[in-house]
């Protein structure tokens, strides 16, 4: 049971995903890191040694903190934080802990370079439909809270991933796009080792929307008329996104919580 100040890798495995997840900060030391380079989904690394230069930044949010072992390092840095005025708990356990469960793990090596400000960029193909919202929403939820999508005109996608330092996705010829029978959605759900049930659900689900294989799940035909909709209500390319990222938190909360409930009213038909 977790302690006070304290959570547990499965009760902050409940909050990665959702659109009001904690900040997830890993402190581990360098030999730590190089020992098992992969990350919990969403955390960012920072040094305890300049705490007292980063820890202002994260003022008013909630917070929690995984060292190595859920020790030292995790205690004194949630408690500095706290004192920035930071909502902040350490990972009970630490990284160890998160690793024994069976929790997902991201390799970091399979991330793209963050710019100077920490963020992923990210590039792609202007007017989405599904991939290319889906697969935002994915990062934003699982990878990057801050990460920066530029959609362009296709033809300069490659032009501006070489201008601005962005990653292209979802266009033909990068790692990031469709391989066989699997949509970039899936791919990055490979790549990132975020197999979980749910996503893996959610996954045949935008596979099928956007391959035009509906039968894959009753449910992508749904997705595959609202995602339209969406690309007709909204001419701003952001907005959309935005518009979309709360579609998807309904989705991926549908396929990890309320698969088997059913909606049956009214209950009797009438004589």
Not at 100 to 122: C, F, K, N, Q, S
Not at 251 to 257: K, L, S, V
Request: charged letters at 20%; a negative charge; glycine letters at 8%.
């Amino acid at each position: 049971m977790a302690g006070f100040n304290e959570v547990s890798p499965q009760q902050l495995s409940r909050l990665i995903g959702l659109p009001d997840q904690p900040v997830i900060l890993d402190v581990r030391v360098d030999v730590d890191m190089a020992d098992d380079p992969r990350g919990i989904p969403g955390s960012v690394h920072r040094s305890h040694k300049n705490i007292a230069d980063w820890a202002g930044a994260f003022a008013g949010q909630r917070v929690v903190v995984s060292c190595q072992k859920g020790l030292k390092l995790s205690q004194g840095a949630a408690a500095w934080l706290r004192h920035a005025g930071a909502a902040t708990e350490s990972l009970e356990g630490g990284f160890v802990a998160w690793r024994d469960a069976g929790l997902p793990l991201v390799p970091v090596a399979a991330l793209p370079p963050r710019d100077a400000h920490g963020r992923t960029i990210w590039v792609t193909r202007a007017r989405p439909k599904v991939d290319r919202i889906a697969c935002p929403w994915l990062i934003r939820r699982f990878i990057d809270a801050r990460a920066v999508f530029l959609f362009v005109a296709p033809a300069e996608v490659a032009a501006v991933a070489d201008r601005f330092g962005a990653t292209p996705f979802d266009i033909e010829g990068v790692p990031w796009s469709h391989r066989g029978p699997l949509c970039t959605f899936d791919v990055m759900l490979e790549e990132w080792g975020l197999q979980t049930p749910a996503l893996l659900h959610l996954a045949r689900i935008v596979r099928g929307a956007d391959t035009a294989e509906l039968d894959l799940a009753p449910e992508a035909a749904g997705l595959l008329a609202a995602s339209l909709g969406l690309s007709r209500m909204y001419r701003d390319d952001l907005a959309q996104l935005d518009a979309g990222c709360a579609m998807y938190d309904a989705f991926y909360r549908w396929c990890r919580d309320a698969t088997e409930e059913t909606h049956n009213w009214p209950a009797g038909k009438p004589a």
